[in-house]
């Protein structure tokens, strides 16, 4: 038997190294709470909300009120009968980023009371994966700065974020790209354009011989027609993120054919969701990435196990660790440049 004795949230604060300005939105700091599920016999496992008011609507200040209801959730149940518990905390449905923490919480308890890494209890299908890296809204020369670095870096996925001002995007991936090449993109519009922008854009790319591997997100989260449209009207993969939260909104994405692509994110479906969507997206012949909101070490931990016990993604998009300044890395993978292995 391996029960759960106790719940404990502890809030930490991180400063991003500098400010992360995606369309419409800034960020400088992020404000994620670290679950800690302790077994009766004094081992603990943790996990990490970073939770998004943006995409989730979750507030910190009610998240930390859920202490008490996940209590009584789960205290007295059995770590090794995890998918009893990740039954229970699918209630957590306006606090995914909680259900999330969680239920990774759990599964590290576990891990650590029998000595198998998460990674293998979800399937051990890799050692390996490699992550992109960001490059936020700026000006053009502030972009191409940024370019320049991640390549000298050693990163070879480049995630280019756009949505604001639909010439000055073009610019900048002209720019970016010949400072670049041989890399792949990854561009993300986070809702940013209508679709007759986001179809302007890629055609303009397109004809500009600059080739993306997936464009994400280009349209409002629930303009799912939107996407359909820009989905068949592009040269390249679209993926949905702000409108892929729940393995039921996926389901209505995969039903209207709207894109190519999903990109997972545990903050947006907890842990046992994620693990529906994969399921669901591989069934559809359908590709998959998986990316992060503001994690820090200890939360990107999650996805990495996910990523490596799953196998499934074709690209990893898990560089807000690189971004935020920390005291002490807390993950349990080791980072090589671009690489994160076990
Ligand atoms: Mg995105």
């Not at 960020?27 to 994620?32: A, H, I, V």
């Not at 990854?186 to 055609?203: L, M, Q, R, S, W």
Request: overall charge negative; charged content about 30%.
């Amino acid at each position: 038997m391996a029960k759960i004795k106790k719940v404990e949230f502890k809030l930490n604060t991180f400063e991003y190294i500098k400010p992360f300005h995606i369309a419409n939105n800034i960020t400088y700091q992020t404000e994620n709470i670290e679950v800690i599920v302790e077994l009766e016999n004094g081992i603990q496992g943790f996990g990490e909300a970073s939770p998004s008011f943006r995409v989730n609507g979750e507030r910190v200040e009610a998240l930390m009120a859920l202490k008490k209801v996940v209590q009584e959730m789960i205290v007295g149940m059995d770590v090794r009968e995890y998918r009893k518990i990740f039954e229970r905390t699918d209630s957590l449905r306006s606090a995914s980023s909680m259900k999330a923490a969680v239920q990774y919480a759990v599964l590290d308890a576990f891990s650590e009371e029998i000595g198998v890494p998460v990674y293998q209890l979800l399937g051990g299908a890799k050692r390996e994966v490699e992550t992109d890296y960001t490059i936020s809204i700026g000006s053009i020369e502030e972009r191409v700065e940024e370019a320049k670095r991640i390549v000298d870096w050693g990163y070879r996925v480049i995630k280019i974020k756009v949505g604001e001002n639909l010439e000055e995007d073009i610019q900048a991936m002209i720019a970016i790209h010949e400072v670049s090449k041989g890399c792949k993109y990854i561009v993300d519009a986070n809702t940013g354009y209508t679709p007759k922008e986001a179809v302007k854009f890629v055609k303009e790319i397109y004809r500009l011989g600059i080739d993306i591997s997936i464009f994400e997100q280009p349209v409002p989260m629930t303009d799912i027609e939107g996407l359909k449209y820009v989905r068949w009207n592009s040269p390249f993969p679209v993926a949905a993120d702000e409108s892929a939260r729940t393995k039921y909104d996926v389901m209505r994405l995969l039903k209207e054919e709207a894109v190519d692509y999903i990109n997972i994110k545990l903050m947006k479906s907890g842990i046992s969701d994620a693990l529906a969507i994969v399921e669901i997206v591989k069934t559809a012949n359908l590709g998959l990435m998986i990316g992060c909101m503001g994690e820090s070490s200890l939360g990107v931990n999650q996805s990495v196990h996910f990523a490596l016990g799953t196998g499934v993604f074709d690209f990893h998009d898990l560089d807000t660790p690189l971004m935020l300044k920390e005291p002490k890395f807390r993950g349990k993978y080791k980072v090589e440049g671009p690489v994160y292995k076990v």
